[in-house]
C-alpha cells in the first residue's frame, strides 16, 4: 500500500495548457509538499501545506495553484504551461511540519512541455 | 546559491567495498542532515539521518560522519551491494527555522555498485 502517490507518472502537453498533478498520503501526516526537480537535479520546495493551510510559496509564478482539500490531499494545478515548466514534480509529506523531520516522497510525475 | 553541494556527480564502487559519498554545505545554521536514496522512476527514501550535537551515526552498512568544522559529512556504505546502486541525494536542515519546508538538497551523487 504506497504511502505517498501521485498521479499522473507522465504528462506530456503543449504550452499553453492546463495540467493538474495529483497527490493522496495515507500515513496520516499534517503537512505535504510539492518539490520541483528541474533539468539540474536541483531539488526545491515550492509549497507547504499543513493540515490544509499553505504555509510556504517559494516564489513560485502564480500559474501554480495548489489545493488541499484535506489533509491527506494536495494537488498541483498549473496554468498556460510553458516550456520551463518541463521538469519532474515530487510530492511529500512529514508528520507536523517541523525540522528534523524525516520527508516521504511520492515517485514522482514527469512533465514534458512540447 | 547552492549552500548543500555534492560535487561528484558519479561514483563507481565494486561489490564488497566501501562506497564513500560526500557532501559540502556553506551555510553554518544547518544542523540536522539527512542521507535520501533515490531509484530510477522513484522518488527519494530516507536512509540515514545526524544531529550536529553527534559526529557519527550508524544504520547497519550505513554510516554518517559528519564534520561541523570542515562544514563536511560524508555517507560511508560497507560492503556495497549491488542493490546500492542509486543516486544519493545529502539534505539539511537549519532546525532554527522550525519547519521542515526549508530542507535544503544537493544535486545527488549516482552511485554504481559492480559485480
Known amino acids: 500500500d504506497t504511502a505517498v502517490s501521485q498521479t499522473p507518472k507522465y504528462l506530456v502537453t503543449q504550452m499553453g495548457n492546463d495540467k493538474s498533478i495529483k497527490c493522496e498520503q495515507n500515513l496520516g501526516h499534517d503537512t505535504m509538499y510539492w518539490y520541483k526537480q528541474d533539468s539540474k537535479k536541483f531539488l526545491k520546495i515550492m509549497f507547504s501545506?499543513?493540515?490544509?493551510?499553505?504555509?510556504i510559496n517559494e516564489t513560485v509564478p502564480n500559474r501554480f495553484s495548489p489545493k488541499s482539500p484535506d489533509k491527506a490531499h494536495l494537488n498541483l494545478h498549473i496554468n498556460s504551461l510553458e516550456l520551463g515548466d518541463s521538469a519532474v514534480y515530487f510530492c511529500a509529506s512529514s508528520l507536523q511540519g517541523r525540522a528534523n523531520e524525516k520527508l516521504f516522497f511520492g515517485s514522482g510525475t514527469q512533465l514534458s512541455v512540447l | 546559491d547552492q549552500q548543500v553541494k555534492q560535487n561528484s556527480p558519479s561514483l563507481s564502487v565494486q561489490e564488497g567495498r566501501i562506497s564513500i559519498l560526500n557532501c559540502d554545505y556553506t551555510n553554518s545554521m544547518f544542523d540536522y542532515f539527512l542521507w535520501y536514496k533515490k531509484y530510477p522512476a522513484e522518488g527519494p527514501t530516507f536512509l540515514i539521518s545526524i544531529s550536529s550535537i553527534k559526529d557519527k551515526n550508524e544504520d547497519g552498512r550505513f554510516t554518517v560522519f559528519l564534520n561541523k568544522s570542515a562544514k563536511h559529512l560524508s555517507l560511508h556504505i560497507v560492503p556495497s551491494q549491488p542493490g546500492d546502486s542509486a543516486v544519493y541525494f545529502c539534505?539539511?536542515?537549519?532546525?532554527?527555522?522550525?519547519?521542515?519546508?526549508?530542507?535544503?538538497f544537493g544535486t545527488g551523487t549516482r552511485l554504481q555498485v559492480t559485480l
Open positions: 501545506y499543513n493540515n490544509k493551510e499553505l504555509i
Open positions: 539534505a539539511a536542515y537549519a532546525t532554527f527555522t522550525g519547519t521542515a519546508s526549508k530542507l535544503t
